[in-house]
């Protein structure tokens, strides 16, 4: 497969930053080729801007010498990269919804967030702090029902305390 | 009453337990340089002979498959160690990972030098944050110890460690889904052959361990072949496909249970003694109805079949796939089976990566299904047809690629056959028992 060309856009602002390049760039070594960095890149992109936007998957394409349509495919493949029109908020929180968390009451649990934030699964709040989503099994089984705010997974939930932890983050 | 002291969860709990210098203090290390000393395959043997088999689900014999990569390869051989641990009631490998690093990283330092690779790849499931930076800072501890990187003590062996994080996608602890992720590409599983170790990652001979595995590795090679299979459960003579169970193995026990957690046991305990001796019973008074052996792919267990030892060959008596993670989930009388069923469907639903038909639609079908059942709108043909959809999707029927559909089609199966006049029962009430948070996910797809 040939690499895409780089073209040039000078009616798009650049998204990525020099800073998120270097970062996806720093990537580089760990692998034998450039594709292997896609799943890096898009983590490095979502986690600095909330999405990833189509710019940004041309300009990741472009480091990796790539064509867009093979990162915008690997990309959609994995439901946790979230496209420009359904940015995340500020906060991510997974309620868990497999076995051993339904089996202790957290598919309740995901309701009554969905019912306080006033929000569907999947979406963000108004005031754009949380985006609440649910979960197959996050991996805290022992803790059922647990919830994963951003990066930590909290056992043994209720929708207070979600809330408490908010506060604190 | 524990009928082992534990080894793999021995530092676990204890303070500072992931830093480097509380693990060599207490004898790290003395493994990987034992094995410097060893010949490949020396330490190969070794591995083959403790019995070990992989933990991540499949049971395959760790040293054999290790014997499948190619003689005098030029390299590069690759390591890929499977962290996405994503199977619904599994949680051991986070344990690990999260309170004993060194002890996996010892293993990966072992194996890569037993099968020849300088490179090993740690996939690990995004989910796992804590994870994730322990293990940089177990990785970045040891690169500064010269333990990981050129010329390891002197000794011309070179070996990097990296972490690659995943996307929340269960396919991804497929071995091949795992490597096509890897990659950089969706995770579609390949066809095999050619099996990883020939043509695996970036197309050069890898092997896939799992992270238990790893940490096995580090205890056999210390207190050798003989300790480990010192525990556990000889081959079946019954049953000529059976390698046979050794070692510790971790359960994980969650779900109706009085004390869930993460068990170190011989293989071979079996669901009642789990439940009761370590898990401390069903809460509120409740009896068992239902045991899950290894993770929800591979079956149910009923209550009359709790006596059966949860080794590689007992889930299999009772009908079930396999011992697959060994995480037991329990499913007290007060549960409707129906609702258990539905939450094991829509999980393979959501999780089919869509590559083969008949798991792609058959995952979905089973999903819509029983939500009809559940919408009281059931008909009692419907469990002989969700029988028949489950038994022609998988690799044991030979319609996919991988054992994701057969694990999808194998609680199915499973819970009809054990549970059938519950099923039966609930169709003719023509109950509705949707419930709201339901109905809120359904309409989020």
């Known amino acids: 497969m040939q690499a895409a060309k780089p073209v040039e856009r000078r009616d798009v602002m650049a998204v990525l930053s ?44 472009e480091l990796l010498e790539l064509h867009p349509a093979e990162v915008h495919d690997t990309m959609s493949f994995y439901g946790y990269f979230r496209d420009e029109k359904h940015p995340l908020g500020k906060h991510r929180v997974w309620v868990c919804r497999s076995i051993s968390c339904m089996l202790r009451g957290g598919e309740d649990l995901l309701a009554d967030l969905c019912e306080k934030w006033n929000v569907k699964p999947g979406e963000t709040t108004e005031d754009g702090k949380i985006t609440l989503e649910f979960g197959e099994c996050l991996g805290v089984c022992e803790g059922a029902p647990c919830v994963l705010v951003d990066e930590d997974c909290h056992p043994c939930m209720t929708a207070q305390k979600v809330d408490e932890i908010l506060k604190k983050s | 009453m524990p009928k082992c002291e534990p080894v793999l969860l021995a530092r676990v709990g204890k303070p500072d337990s992931a830093s480097l210098a509380t ?9 990987f340089k034992k094995a410097l000393k060893m010949s490949p395959e020396e330490i190969i043997n070794e591995v083959k002979t403790s019995g070990l088999r992989g933990r991540g689900g499949a049971g ?3 040293g054999l498959k290790w014997t499948f990569l190619p003689k005098n390869h030029a390299g590069p051989i690759y390591l890929a160690i499977n962290g996405d641990e994503s199977e619904p009631g599994t949680f051991n490998n986070r344990i690990l990972m999260e309170e004993d690093p060194h002890q996996i990283l010892e293993g990966i330092m072992i194996s890569c030098h037993a099968i020849k690779s300088n490179t090993s790849y740690i996939y690990l499931r995004v989910e796992y944050g804590k994870s994730y930076r322990v293990l940089k800072q177990a990785i970045e501890e040891l690169y500064a110890a010269g333990l990981l990187g050129k010329n390891i003590l002197g000794t011309g062996f070179d070996l990097d460690i990296y972490l690659h994080r995943g996307a929340a996608a269960y396919i991804c602890g497929e071995e091949t889904g795992l490597i096509e992720s890897l990659e950089g590409k969706r995770a579609w599983p390949r066809i095999k052959p050619p099996f990883p170790a020939i043509e695996g990652l970036f197309r050069k001979p890898t092997i896939v361990n799992n992270i238990e595995t790893m940490a096995c590795v580090t205890h056999i090679i210390n207190r050798g072949a003989d300790w480990f299979k010192s525990m556990g459960v000889p081959p079946d003579p019954n049953n000529p496909r059976d390698a046979g169970s050794y070692g510790p193995k971790l359960y994980c026990l969650s779900g109706h249970i009085n004390k869930p ?5 011989p293989l071979g305990v079996t669901s009642r003694e789990l439940i009761e001796e370590y898990g401390g019973g069903v809460p509120n008074g409740r009896k068992v109805k239902a045991v899950v052996p290894g993770g929800i792919s591979m079956g149910f267990m009923s209550a009359d079949e709790l006596d059966i030892p949860l080794d590689f060959n007992g889930p299999g008596k009772a009908g079930c796939l396999g011992l697959g993670t060994a995480a037991v989930v329990v499913v007290d009388d007060a549960t409707s089976m129906v609702d258990v069923l539905f939450n094991c469907a829509r999980f ?14 058959g995952t979905a079908w089973m ?15 419907d469990l002989d047809l969700l029988t028949e959809v489950a038994g022609s999707m998988g690799i044991i029927p030979g319609t996919t690629i991988c054992g994701l559909s057969d694990g999808a089609g194998w609680p199915v199966k499973n819970a009809i056959q054990k ?17 709201h948070a339901e109905e809120l996910m359904a309409a989020a797809h």
């Open chain 2, 367 to 381: 999903q819509k299904i029983l939500w009809r059942i559940r919408s009281g709108q059931g008909e009692l043909r």
């Open chain 1, 18 to 61: 020099e800073e998120l390049k270097e970062k996806i760039r720093a990537e580089f070594p760990k692998y034998p080729n450039k594709r292997a960095v896609t799943l890096p890149a898009l983590h490095i992109v979502q986690d600095a801007t909330r999405s990833v936007s189509l710019e940004a998957i041309r300009e990741i394409a």
């Open chain 2, 261 to 265: 957690g993460c068990y170190e046991i």
């Open chain 2, 419 to 435: 549970f059938r006049p519950e099923f039966e029962e609930f169709i003719k009430s023509g109950k509705k028992v949707i419930r």
């Open chain 2, 348 to 361: 393979f639903a959501h999780e089919s990566c869509g590559q083969c038909t008949p798991c792609r639609e």
């Open chain 2, 60 to 62: 395959f014999p760790t």
């Open chain 2, 23 to 31: 693990y060599q203090r207490d004898g790290g290390y003395e493994a």
